[in-house]
């Protein structure tokens, strides 16, 4: 059973299966392959990531911040993907295929009955809470997935005038990083790290969030 505070968008769903065949090149064209992979190396040398704790990768789409975290993390743990578009889920585990470590795929989107169950030591998540009417409900589900102590790995798109052009194609909402900020607070997440993307349309459009499960 699904959260209805978390509603799902089937057309939005839709459109994510007709561009799944092209996403890993637009994201590694438009260079967010690269600033997942700067993000997940921050938080590492921070000593935010459980060395060989379970991962998640809410809305993984074709898997890049999944890879990132593969690949930068100097002690990855077993990866879930999670992604409520079926074209996109097999293109991450396409993008995993060559990764040493355990990766399971599900489908389901933030909120779906299984949240519940699940236990993780980090958490990565990017660009899924701007499609959701409900910020602090999908934080609150996001707390739920980690186990107390654990890591979340955010990114969220922020006011910019770039994201005008996004919003035509996926009418997204932006998030200002203060609000954000607070409203990972009242949803239960502490030691609140901002992480500013250094370049190209990710320093732009994106902001970093590392935060712990209280």
């Avoid at 392959?33 to 704790?53: E, W």
């Avoid at 910020?135 to 790995?153: E, I, K, W, Y």
Wanted: glycine share 10%.
């Amino acid at each position: 059973m699904s959260d209805p505070a978390l509603p799902a968008h089937p057309r939005l769903v839709r459109r994510y299966d007709r561009a799944a065949d092209a996403w890993r090149r637009t994201v590694t064209r438009l260079g967010y392959a690269r600033a997942y992979g700067q993000f997940v190396s921050a938080a590492d040398r921070a000593g935010a990531l459980a060395p060989g704790g379970a991962v998640a990768d809410i809305g993984t789409g074709a898997g890049d911040f999944a890879l990132a975290y593969a690949q930068q993390a100097a002690r990855p743990g077993p990866l879930t993907l999670v992604d409520p578009s079926r074209p996109m889920l097999d293109q991450a585990r396409a993008t995993l295929s060559a990764c040493a470590l355990p990766v399971t795929c599900r489908q389901g989107a933030l909120g779906d009955g299984w949240v519940g169950s699940a236990g993780f030591d980090t958490l990565l998540c990017a660009h899924v809470i701007e499609h959701l009417p409900d910020t602090g409900a999908a934080l609150r589900h996001l707390r739920m997935l980690l186990h107390p102590g654990g890591t979340l790995l955010l990114v969220a798109s922020k006011p910019h005038w770039c994201n005008a052009l996004v919003w035509m194609r996926w009418q997204h909402r932006t998030l200002r990083p203060d609000d954000l900020v607070a409203e990972l607070g009242a949803a239960g997440f502490s030691d609140v790290t901002v992480h500013p993307f250094a370049s190209g349309p990710p320093s732009r459009t994106s902001m970093g969030y590392i935060a712990r499960s209280a």
